[in-house]
């Protein structure tokens, strides 16, 4: 849990709040259907598995979180798991 909450719920913190999870979560969750319907499921995972490091890295350069040892075995891993996810045999 956070330390400080958010003091003072005024229009700005409601707009972003909507923005978040009205606009975002529907255009992503409509892409994602779209390609679905589009592509094998298999084939998408590769843009999946990447979402989780790049949040670690990002909380890390941008809101300055700690980087652990155990966090970056298992994005290790995480990314290690894309290789074998889509390799083809030829």
């Known amino acids: 849990m956070e330390p400080k909450w958010i003091p003072d719920i005024n229009g700005s913190v409601i707009a972003v709040f ?15 259907f779209k390609l679905m319907h589009t592509y094998p499921v ?12 790049f949040g670690v890295a990002f909380g890390a350069i941008f809101l300055g979180e700690q980087l652990t040892k155990g966090l970056l075995f298992g994005l290790f891993f995480v990314s290690a798991g894309i290789y074998p996810t889509n390799y083809k045999k030829a």
């Open 18 to 32: 909507a923005y978040s999870s009205i606009v975002m979560a529907f255009a992503s969750y409509l892409a994602r």
């Open 42 to 53: 298999s084939q998408l995972a590769v843009f999946t598995f990447p979402i989780p490091v």
